[in-house]
């Protein structure tokens, strides 16, 4: 796949605490792109996630969400998107033209991960589970290919990936 001008050179997806954002910022500096964070962005515009749930409701989060996922699926970098950005039938859409990478985790590896109170669906390791179950076909009707986060050095898989994008942009 050639990426069109002005599109992402990739897209991450996947469950809470994956680690798309960490991930990607490796990526992209391995690409030499920017990277974008959509989850980010919507703090620094509208202030904290769990905030924006409990003063808006989730409806209105998901409003901000897709307005962030439109204006990053516009721009050429690594863009990793909210786990549940690809809820939105307009994001499943426009995430068909684009390179995807799913990331994937282990519960056991996840459970240190989802302890800081900062993602307003995950309450602990079951609601983790049920989440990502409940979202596991669409993550997997998305992605292009898919990356396992849970054992591996990220530094390998970041690796990893970008021969994968380069590979396919020659």
């Not at 056991?108 to 991960?113: F, H, I, L, S, T």
């Amino acid at each position: 796949m050639i990426v069109p001008d002005g599109a992402p050179l990739l897209v991450l997806i996947g469950a809470p605490a994956a680690g798309k954002t960490r991930l990607g910022k490796r990526i992209a500096r391995l690409l030499n792109v920017p990277f974008i964070d959509t989850d980010k962005r919507i703090i620094a515009k509208h202030g904290v996630i769990a905030e924006i749930f409990g003063t808006h409701g989730e409806e209105h989060f998901r409003a901000l969400e897709r307005a962030e996922v439109v204006a990053a699926l516009q721009e050429v970098a690594v863009v990793a998107l909210g786990g549940g950005a690809v809820l939105d039938a307009n994001t499943q859409q426009d995430l068909s033209t684009h390179r995807v990478a799913m990331l994937t985790v282990s519960p056991e590896a996840v459970q240190a991960r989802i302890t800081n109170g900062k993602r307003p669906l995950v309450a602990g390791i079951e609601s983790w589970r049920a989440l990502v179950e409940s979202r596991r076909e669409v993550y997997e009707r998305l992605a292009t290919r898919t990356f396992d986060t849970s054992n591996r050095p990220l530094d390998d898989i970041a690796a990893d990936i970008a021969g994968w994008i380069q590979e396919n942009n020659a």
